[in-house]
């Protein structure tokens, strides 16, 4: 027969067992969902990065913020250096808007590229902003901000040329 107190170390036992592993299924339950957040915050990151050059990703918003604050070409020629750096060397870049913004702009500026906010790449018939921009009078580049980066039409081109002359800006 078993006794009394073999009975109840017995179920103390088993007791603290079933404890045990409740306590495991618990923090393998919560292991298992901090895996799935990461794992959607990555599967997130990956859907919202689009590809600039071959080893270059942003968000739209990141590249746009670049394009308004240093150029189009200026962006492009910062896309472009990175990716050739990212090619050559395997670095890898955890934020490639970061980089852009720091080491990459410094070796532009010092290769004698300099940053010209407003300027697009194909600006033949496109108001872009420049010295003779902002000679303009305020009302006039008010209403170039609303129309900005849409083709300017033959007659708008001509009277902003005329207002520049007026103002002493022989350039046009």
């Given at each position: 027969?078993?006794?009394?107190?073999?009975?109840?170390?017995?179920?103390?036992?088993?007791?603290?067992?079933?404890?045990?592993?409740?306590?495991?299924?618990?923090?393998?339950?919560?292991?298992?969902?901090?895996?799935?957040?990461?794992?959607?915050?990555?599967?997130?990151?990956?859907?919202?990065?689009?590809?600039?050059?071959?080893?270059?990703?942003?968000?739209?918003?990141?590249?746009?913020?670049?394009?308004?604050?240093?150029?189009?070409?200026?962006?492009?020629?910062?896309?472009?250096?990175?990716?050739?750096?990212?090619?050559?060397?395997?670095?890898?870049?955890?934020?490639?808007?970061?980089?852009?913004?720091?080491?990459?702009?410094?070796?532009?500026?010092?290769?004698?590229?300099?940053?010209?906010?407003?300027?697009?790449?194909?600006?033949?018939?496109?108001?872009?902003?420049?010295?003779?921009?902002?000679?303009?009078?305020?009302?006039?580049?008010?209403?170039?901000?609303?129309?900005?980066?849409?083709?300017?039409?033959?007659?708008?081109r001509m009277k902003v040329k005329e207002m520049?002359?007026?103002?002493?800006?022989?350039?046009?």
């Amino acid at each position: 027969m078993v006794n009394k107190g073999d009975l109840l170390s017995m179920f103390f036992n088993l007791a603290e067992k079933v404890s045990n592993n409740e306590k495991e299924i618990a923090q393998l339950k919560k292991r298992r969902q901090k895996q799935d957040r990461l794992a959607d915050k990555q599967d997130q990151m990956k859907k919202i990065k689009n590809k600039y050059a071959d080893d270059v990703y942003m968000t739209t918003e990141e590249y746009q913020k670049l394009i308004d604050k240093f150029g189009e070409v200026f962006t492009e020629k910062a896309v472009e250096l990175l990716s050739g750096y990212i090619g050559s060397s395997g670095k890898k870049y955890y934020c490639h808007y970061k980089t852009i913004l720091g080491w990459v702009k410094t070796r532009l500026e010092s290769d004698g590229v300099k940053p010209m906010p407003g300027q697009l790449k194909n600006s033949s018939n496109v108001v872009r902003k420049n010295e003779a921009y902002y000679m303009l009078p305020q009302e006039v580049r008010d209403d170039l901000e609303k129309d900005k980066g849409r083709p300017v039409d033959e007659a708008t081109r001509m009277k902003v040329k005329e207002m520049l002359k007026e103002n002493g800006y022989r350039k046009c």
